[in-house]
Every structure is written in structure tokens, then in C-alpha cells.
């Protein structure tokens, strides 16, 4: 029914390069809009078919949406077909580099080579796709092209509307994403609409080697990038003793957060990967025989559960923790140098201090009033004009910043996020909407499994980052304050369209293509699910939610 369809949607596409941040993202819209228009339907509608520019993006790309009403068009129940067409760089394919985008010359080629045996057997059953964005995630959009066509062919099935989303940018920093959320408001009071629920197409994977299953995700999960400054007191190598090394500090904290599982977010019966360390440095720009004055860590951390003050309280706790150790280590072995050289002891021991940026920059606004506001304001429009920085870089630049201007020469750790918000989603049996689409998704997934001969499992957090994170958010006022509050790039350099995202506040599931090595140059697709089952498996979610 699908495949044929399915199969010459994603071989153009993955034929089309559109690294994020290139100019065959740009591109890439368009002919999704022109692959679209080829349907009568747009072609006696061409107003339900839209290429929009993002918003507040610093290079021009853009977005592909597409409206298909059902019935004699005076349905206002709208489901939201969404997915991105955006991929990551094909460096890792080595020699294969100008073959990344080619599925058919990438098997001819590997033919010949020693490939890894899982992905041998794979390609030789000839039920597999390689080639950059097969699985991530050009064949979800495809899925939803085909689905979109199969309905605007017979609309008098269809008991709703359906809007296709095609989006630039996930893969970066969901500028496309974050740009459609401003746009589906608009488009809803022009054409009447309401959004029910949404159906994201992004790709799935086996869970464990071996593992049998196809999966279907209710909600998502969340990501927070918490940061740790540490501010030490530097000193001569040859006098270690008279200063504090901030390194110390990082290497407890690191200890303490790095796959650390006490720290797996659990909910539903579903545990989160535990934290684990992105980035840690000292601060120092060349080397010399003094210790650093300053060092930072961040971690990536994901959360089913927890709020953004929830993992703000874990993280200043287990920094208070991991600087007193730190000190005890540096008096320990201050008092056994002492002992075996016959020196006397410095007398000097380091407090254990922490702040998060909220807490910081509040005590900076008491002491000094508004004359510091607007001093500070400027400091940081000054950083954000700085555009060799990244959301981390500014960040750390800010929480420097604010330290030379408000902190001490004592040490001192700062705790903060450092990057975007990417807020999980919860669905919910008590809210109407949440169970109609579970209810949905129940009932196609039972009316598929007798044609299907792998289980088909249905889980509760979809494991990656996602744009489903941008079609509601579960945390609340007060939740997510806490990560306004300690985000120094906070409408200065990042912002969150937090209004638009509740406005449309949709339960959302992900049913999309199976495959393997995402991001690896083995990336490869398979076909029997991607191209026939998981298509009809969206049909049916579509029919039950609006029956």
C-alpha cells in the first residue's frame, strides 16, 4: 500500500544533501513543497501550502507546512504530522564521503570492503537503505508525505484535518521547530482550526544488540545542560598550599555525576540514562607554572520526571558535597606535607561555598541596586554580540562575569544551565486528550500487530532529543522559572517561545522508521517496518482519533 511510495520519497530526499546549517537545508524546503504540489489537492489549495522562514535565526531557512482538510472542509479537529529534514555532516564516512547521500553506489561500493558483520547480513537481505538521514530522519518525513497524500486523495474518510510540519534544524539547535510552534497559532485561527494531538516521525532503534522489538513512544524525553563554575585561588606550583585548585573540585563533582545511576530519572517504570560529563576545563588560555583561577564541567542530563528545580537542588547539594570533599583532600595532605618536610602548616583552609546564578546575581542587585541592572544588562547584550561564542560559551563568559563583578577572591562554585531547554512531555490518562490519543494508538497498534512478525512494544518516553519536546511542556510555572532564573543566556541569546508552545500544548506519540547507527556512517533504514508498517500504523492512530 505504502511502500513504492514510501521507498521513492526517501530515496529523493536522502539524495538531496541538507546538513544542517548548509545551504541544501535551505533548499531542501523547497522541494519537499514541490514533491507536495505534485497532489491535485494543493493544486486546488494552494494556500494549504506553505514555505516559511524561520524566526530569530541567524541564517536563512526555512520550514514546510501543509494543510490537508478532511471532508467538506468544516472539520476543526487537527492532528499534526511533524518531523525534520535537517541531518548531521557525513565526515565520518571517510573515503565513502562523496557516496553518503547515494543509497545504491554506498551498497555497490561496500560490497567489496570488510564491513562489520551485523551490517553485511543486513544489506545482503536487500531489506535495508543506507546513506546519511535515511533513518534520521528522511523516511519519517516520507512516511508522512505518503500519509498526507493517501489522505488527500480520499478526504471524505477523513473526519478531521491534517497539518504537516516539515521542519529545518533539529539537529542543531530546533530553530525550525521553535519557529513552526509561532507559526501553527496563526494558521489555526485563519483556517479554524484545532489541534488534538500530534504524531512525530523520528526514527527508532534496536534497544539492546539483539533486541526484537518495534517501538512506539508516548511523550519524550527532557534534557537540562547543568554547569558548574568553580572559582579557585591561584598560587605558584612550587607553593601549592597558599591557593586552592579548581580542578579538584571538578574532578569530585565529576565523580560523583558521571553515570552516576542514583541519578536516573524514573518514572512510569522507565529510567533515564544516568548523567555523563560533556565538557570539563580549567580556564587558563596558556600555559604557565600557576594554578588555574577557574574550571567548569556541564553534564547532560535527562529527566522523565523531574523539573528544572528539582536537578537544580540535586546539583547544588552534590556540589556542596563534592567542594567539602575537596577541601578535606587539600587539608589532608597540606597536614601530612607539613609533617614529613618539618614546615609549619598553612594556616589558610578554603570554605565551602555555593551559589546558583540566581542566587549570585541577587545578592549583586542588593548590594549595588540599579545602577548594577542596568550595568550588568549591557554586559551581557556585550557577550551576545559575540558570536564566536556557542550557548555554553556565553554562559560560562556571563557566570565570569558576574563573579569578577560580585564575588570575592575566595573559591566558590556557581551552579547554572548552560544551554536550551528541552522540556520532557508527559502524557497523562487523566487529561481528555492525552488518553484519546493513548486510547488511539492502543487500538492501531492491536489492529497491526497480526500483520507484523516482530513485537511491537509501546513506551512511555521517547529516548533521544526530539522536536516532540516543543509541542507541550509538563514542567510548570514555577518549575521552569528555576531554569529562566539560572540560564544566563535567557532572552539575551536564547529565548523559548514558552506562550506559543502552552498555547498549543498537544499530546504527542512517535511512530517512526526503524534502523541503525543514526549518526554513524552505517547509518542504514530498514524497509519492512519503515515502509509499509509504520505508515499504516499512523493511518490507523489518524482514524481512531477521529472516530
Not at 553506489?105 to 537481505?125: C, G, N, T
Not at 602548616?345 to 551559589?355: I, M
Not at 551552579?415 to 536550551?420: D, G, I, L, N, R
Request: net charge negative; charged share 30%; glycine share 6%.
Amino acid at each position: 500500500m505504502f511502500r513504492d511510495t514510501v521507498m521513492r520519497f526517501t530515496r529523493k530526499l536522502v539524495e538531496h544533501p541538507s546538513i544542517v546549517g548548509t545551504s541544501g537545508e535551505r533548499d531542501l524546503a523547497f522541494l519537499i513543497r514541490d514533491m507536495l504540489a505534485e497532489h491535485p489537492y494543493f493544486g486546488e489549495h494552494p494556500d494549504h501550502l506553505m514555505v516559511l522562514p524561520t524566526r530569530d535565526d541567524d541564517r536563512e531557512r526555512y520550514n514546510v507546512l501543509a494543510l490537508v482538510k478532511g471532508g467538506d472542509g468544516h472539520y476543526r479537529e487537527t492532528v499534526i504530522l511533524m518531523g525534520h529534514f535537517d541531518t548531521v555532516g557525513v565526515e565520518d564516512y571517510g573515503k565513502w564521503q562523496d557516496l553518503a547521500f547515494s543509497p545504491d553506489k554506498l551498497i555497490e561500493a561496500w560490497r567489496s570492503e570488510p564491513l562489520p558483520e551485523e551490517v553485511r547480513q543486513d544489506l545482503e537481505s536487500g531489506r535495508w537503505m543506507p546513506g546519511r538521514g535515511s533513518v534520521d530522519m528522511k523516511s519519517g518525513i516520507a512516511i508522512n508525505m505518503a500519509v498526507l497524500h493517501e489522505f488527500a486523495s480520499r478526504r471524505e474518510e477523513l473526519r478531521g484535518n491534517l497539518l504537516f510540519i516539515a521542519a529545518c534544524d533539529e539537529e542543531n539547535d530546533s530553530r525550525g521547530m521553535l519557529s513552526a510552534v509561532e507559526d501553527v497559532h496563526p494558521l489555526a485561527v485563519r483556517e479554524n482550526l484545532e489541534y488534538v494531538a500530534a504524531i512525530n516521525s523520528d526514527y527508532t532503534s534496536p534497544r539492546w544488540e539483539g533486541d526484537p522489538n518495534r517501538y512506539i513512544y508516548l511523550g519524550t524525553v527532557g534534557k537540562l545542560l547543568p554547569a558548574f563554575y568553580v572559582t579557585g585561588k591561584e598560587t605558584h606550583a612550587g607553593q601549592v598550599f597558599e591557593g586552592f585548585d579548581p580542578n579538584l573540585v571538578i574532578a569530585e563533582l565529576t565523580s560523583r555525576i558521571d553515570y552516576n545511576t542514583d541519578l536516573c530519572d524514573e518514572l512510569f517504570g522507565e529510567t533515564t540514562m544516568p548523567p555523563v560529563s560533556l565538557k570539563q576545563t580549567d580556564l587558563k588560555l596558556r600555559y604557565d607554572v600557576q594554578t588555574p583561577h577557574g574550571a567548569v564541567a556541564w553534564f547532560n542530563f535527562f529527566v522523565h520526571g523531574m523539573s528544572p528545580a528539582d536537578v537544580m537542588r540535586k546539583m547544588k547539594s552534590l556540589a556542596e558535597e563534592a567542594f567539602a570533599a575537596a577541601v578535606g583532600r587539600f587539608v589532608r595532605h597540606r597536614d601530612v606535607h607539613a609533617g614529613r618536610t618539618g614546615l609549619p602548616p598553612s594556616g589558610w583552609t578554603p570554605k565551602v561555598r555555593v551559589f546558583s546564578y540566581a542566587e549570585l546575581l541577587r545578592e549583586a542587585l542588593r548590594k549595588h541596586g540599579a545602577a548594577f541592572e542596568r550595568e550588568w544588562r549591557e554586559c551581557l547584550e556585550s557577550l551576545s554580540g559575540d558570536h564566536r561564542l556557542d550557548l555554553r560559551e556565553f554562559s560560562v563568559k556571563a557566570v565570569e562575569e558576574l563573579w569578577k563583578r560580585a564575588g570575592d577572591a575566595e573559591p566558590a562554585v556557581i551552579v547554572f544551565y548552560a544551554s536550551p531547554y528541552i522540556p520532557r512531555v508527559v502524557l497523562s490518562e487523566e487529561e481528555e486528550r492525552g488518553e484519546r490519543l493513548m486510547t488511539a494508538v492502543r487500538k492501531a497498534v492491536d489492529d497491526i500487530r497480526p500483520h507484523v512478525s516482530r513485537p511491537v512494544e509501546i513506551r512511555k518516553f521517547f529516548p533521544y532529543i526530539s522536536d516532540m519536546s516543543f509541542v507541550a511542556i509538563s514542567d510548570n510555572e514555577g518549575d521552569l522559572e528555576a531554569f529562566t532564573v539560572n540560564m544566563p543566556a535567557w532572552e539575551v541569546k536564547y529565548r523559548l517561545p514558552v506562550e506559543a508552545i502552552r498555547r498549543l500544548d498537544v499530546p504527542v506519540v512517535n511512530i517512526g522508521p526503524y534502523g541503525k547507527d543514526a549518526h554513524k556512517k552505517w547509518e542504514r533504514v530498514e524497509t519492512d517496518w519503515s515502509m509499509e508498517i509504520a505508515p499504516r500504523l499512523t493511518v490507523g492512530v489518524i482514524q481512531h482519533l477521529f472516530r
